[in-house]
């Protein structure tokens, strides 16, 4: 019910009162209202004090909200990374179009003042905090106040600004500041200060700029560029016809180089990667048709390193080219022949009844090359050492057919060359063997497992010990002593030869040092050690021998060298300048091996050698072949008319040394003296027969076979 309605409900009961009545309830009325009067003001000061009580507990939660902002402000001030300040006007200012901006300016730029800063702030000015305080724009900007008038009137008419400025830090640096600045109002609208957040960007300046300048410098040449562009655009407009013909060229040129991917660019041959697929085809089609056989022969040209180095490289091309003629006259239809390597060919028999097909293939290549090659007045003889292995449902990769088909091949070659090998399981486990043979060398030095041993060289005129031959052995931590035809080799090939090598050389010169010193010798005599081929390419050759011969305290001429005809062949300049160094420090060299190689007699004509040694494979075969005796006559006649002296090496019998005395040959040694043996029994030899008895040796008996080593020097 709303008040119109008990207002007229109060009206109707009034009419219907009389006079009497109507001044008692008058009365009682006045009462009622001051009760309702009272009542109404009681309410509404109940009310009032309720939200005074409400309003004085959210104040005091508004304080504490506020002290907890102010808390988090001074946080965000003290930890900012950017500079923030506030600068406060000693009286505020009015902005607008009434007032004469100028002259505020110039007030604003004298009397507003940093009143706060954080440590971001003093760090970028390089201040304290008592050296910022109180400063004006006008501070700020005093090397340039037009600039900063301009920047505050943009500020103070947009009421904030975002901008870059060129200010100096206290110390005259000059910096570039970036800064986010509001500014703050009186309820009055005017101004009484600002509040700012800064960064220092110089760097980013200094890389704008930076950036700027090599945009100019593009641009510049870009321009340079759109005018060459021109040129070659009216080049090329002018040219078109001539670039269809490059694109089919160029087509070609894609066809040739896939086709090279997969062919020998000398021979034209398929390649390794055509061969290989090729044989993963075939190993696939077997799979599912066993009854189809195939083979893989390796072959390898024997000897063809010394007739490239010989001959030179241009004829050993041609040479290779020649041979691939005469194999593509054994080849079979449906057969593939390819150059894997320098001078490897592998070739793919397909379509085979019977193994004997592929042993009539290497036959017929073996007869063929028995005829010689005619190039440039050059007569060359040839010989290949082939592999044979056969398809077997075993063999599920290309790689294992031809590794052993290569074993096979190296097989052949081991066996006197000129020749083919099966496959045999065998030779898998002799090459495993080998492995691991390669692996146990490279730490024979360093496990202490190599020997030395020395066999005596005698004098023919005099029956005189004249010196050792130095000879290595390895001897097996299980104590099995292996044979250096087994080791040497392979220390060649791993590369490990060097180090044994310089250890076999400061071994016999420490060794012969201390008979020396120890008096065990009465004689001035030598040592030869034997070096590989490539002890002479090493760039620290002759400092390794002028150290060793440092370390043990041996004189260069008790020092003999003794080397193959390889080392004439390979490099012949740098070997003269070697023997050259070597002369100098009187070491002698030795030629061992002499006629067992391929090199020419000229070399001992050009070569300061010194001595030269007669293989054993002549000598031992005086007493049962008739041209051998020829032989080392013609050797001894050679080495007389050049002044070079001759040892003998492997004489075994009366007949020998009686033969190798007459011929005037100068000293000789083998098992008729004694056999290589260790420092020990050396040691136990030289004081038992001294040089006195050396006279007697003719009286020697022979060695039994039981003393005989079985190892070869």
């Known amino acids: 019910m709303n008040l119109d309605k008990i207002y007229q409900l109060i009206l109707n009961w009034f009419n219907q009162l009389n006079i009497y009545e109507l001044i008692n309830l008058s009365l009682a009325a006045c009462l009622l209202l001051m009760l309702i009067e009272i009542s109404f003001w ?66 604003v730029f004298n009397h507003q003042r940093i009143a706060r800063v954080n440590q971001a702030m003093l760090d970028q000015y390089g201040a304290s905090e008592k050296q910022l305080l109180g400063l004006t724009p006008g501070d700020f900007f005093a090397h340039d106040l037009v600039q900063g008038k301009q920047i505050w009137r943009r500020f103070f008419d947009a009421g904030r600004l975002r901008c870059e400025t060129f200010e100096r830090k206290l110390n005259n640096t000059p910096m570039w500041i970036e800064g986010d600045y509001l500014c703050l109002y009186n309820t009055e609208g005017k101004i009484i200060g600002h509040f700012g957040i800064q960064r220092d960007i110089s760097e980013r300046k200094k890389r704008e700029v930076e950036r700027k300048k090599a945009q100019q410098k593009i641009e510049h040449l870009n321009q340079k560029l759109a005018i060459e562009v021109q040129k070659q655009t009216t080049a090329l407009n002018q040219t078109n016809q001539k670039l269809q013909e490059e694109i089919i060229k160029y087509q070609q040129a894609q066809q040739q180089l896939r086709y090279d991917a997969l062919h020998d660019h000398l021979t034209g041959l398929p390649n390794r990667n055509l061969l290989i697929d090729r044989l993963e085809h075939l190993i696939e089609r077997n799979q599912n048709h066993p009854q189809q056989k195939f083979a893989v022969l390796c072959l390898d040209v024997d000897r063809f390193k010394v007739i490239n180095d010989s001959l030179g490289h241009l004829l050993g091309d041609q040479l290779l080219i020649a041979l691939v003629n005469r194999l593509q006259q054994c080849q079979r239809r449906g057969d593939t022949i390819a150059r894997i390597g320098g001078d490897e060919f ?187 081929t490539k002890q002479f390419s090493q760039p620290d050759f002759i400092e390794n021998i002028d150290n ?49 190689g391929y090199s020419s007699l000229s070399y001992l004509q050009n070569f300061p050698i010194n001595k030269i040694k007669i293989d054993r494979s002549f000598i031992s075969q005086m007493d049962d072949n008739d041209s051998n005796p020829a032989i080392v006559r013609a050797m001894m006649m050679i080495a007389n008319e050049l002044n070079i002296e001759v040892i003998a090496e492997g004489i075994e019998t009366l007949t020998q040394l009686e033969f190798l005395h007459l011929l005037g040959c100068h000293y000789v040694q083998g098992y008729w003296f004694s056999p290589p043996q260790n420092r020990e029994k050396i040691e136990l030899w030289l004081e038992s027969f001294s040089q006195n008895n050396l006279q007697n040796c003719n009286n020697w008996l022979l060695p039994s076979q039981e003393n005989k080593s079985n190892v070869v020097a």
């Not at 939200?51 to 808390?71: A, I, V």
């Not at 081991?414 to 060398?441: D, T, V």
């Not at 070997?575 to 070597?582: H, S, V």
Request: charged share 25%; glycine share 4%; aromatic share 8%.
């Open 346 to 532: 592998v070739i793919l028999l397909e379509e085979l009844t019977c193994i004997n097909d592929a042993i009539r293939v290497s036959q017929k290549i073996q007869q063929e090359l028995t005829l010689p090659f005619k190039l440039e007045n050059h007569e060359i003889f040839i010989s290949v050492s082939i592999g044979i292995t056969f398809n077997s449902e075993l063999y599920t990769q290309p790689i294992y057919l031809l590794r052993n088909a290569d074993l096979a091949m190296y097989s052949a070659k081991n066996r006197g060359k000129a020749r083919y090998e099966i496959f045999s399981p065998a030779m898998h486990n002799i090459a495993m063997k080998k492995l691991a043979l390669e692996n146990q060398l490279k730490r024979v030095i360093s496990k202490k497992e190599l020997v030395v041993y020395y066999q005596p060289i005698v004098a023919l005129k005099n029956n005189l010990l004249v010196g050792f031959e130095a000879l290595v052995r390895w001897q097996t931590s299980e104590q099995k002593l292996i044979s250096p035809q087994d080791f040497i080799p392979l220390a060649e090939n791993i590369g490990i030869i060097i180090d044994i090598d310089l250890w076999v050389l400061r071994e016999a010169c420490l060794q012969l040092r201390f008979w020396q010193e120890q008096g065990l010798i009465n004689n001035p005599l030598s040592v030869a050690v034997n070096l590989s």
């Open 548 to 596: 060793i011969l440092a370390e043990t305290g041996l004189e260069g001429q008790y020092l003999k060298l003794e080397i193959t005809e390889n080392v004439l062949i390979e490099n012949a300049e740098l070997t003269r300048e070697i023997f050259k160094q070597l002369q100098q420090r009187e070491i002698q060299i030795c030629l061992d091996d002499f006629g067992t």
């Open 42 to 107: 009681q309410y509404h000061l109940f009310g009032k004090l309720h939200y005074l009580q409400q309003s004085q507990t959210k104040l005091k939660t508004t304080n504490h909200n506020l002290q907890e902002n102010q808390k988090l402000l001074d946080l965000f001030f003290a930890q900012s990374l950017d500079g923030i300040f506030l600068m406060m006007l000693d009286e505020p200012v009015q902005w607008d179009d009434t007032v004469d901006k100028e002259k505020v300016l110039d007030y």
